[in-house]
Nanobody, 121 residues
């Protein structure tokens, strides 16, 4: 069984910083991509940033230059450093990973439980 456990959310004033972390554990054979998504009330789930095992990164336009995603393939962790936070960044942030549990299994999408980030103005 695979688990993704997030940490690091909280309340911060606009202009401040937070760092989110996510650790994958369980029966993991291969992780191809790890990512962070977010969802604010009434809005759709939004891809914030992703990183492949090769280190390629992608960011939503709204966070470019402010957020940095990093990953550790050995420790199976991914982090999101969020700087210059804005009230519009307020959302529940979810860790996501494409994981194969064996050499013959397909990749499945796994999700963390979510962590709240609130940015006050």
């Amino acid at each position: 069984q695979v688990q993704l456990v997030e940490s690091g959310g909280g309340l911060v004033q606009a202009g401040g910083s937070l760092r989110l972390s996510c650790a994958a554990s369980g029966s993991i054979f291969h992780i191809n991509v790890m990512a962070w998504y977010r969802q604010s009330p009434g809005a759709q789930l939004e891809l914030v940033a992703s990183i492949s095992t090769g280190g390629s990164t992608k960011y939503a336009d709204s966070v470019k230059g402010r957020f940095t995603i990093s990953g550790d393939n050995v420790r199976k962790t991914v982090s999101l450093q969020m700087n210059s936070l804005k009230p519009d960044d307020t959302a529940v942030y979810y860790c996501n990973a494409g994981i194969a549990t064996s050499g013959t299994s397909p990749l499945y999408n796994y999700w963390g439980q979510g962590t709240q980030v609130t940015v006050s103005s």
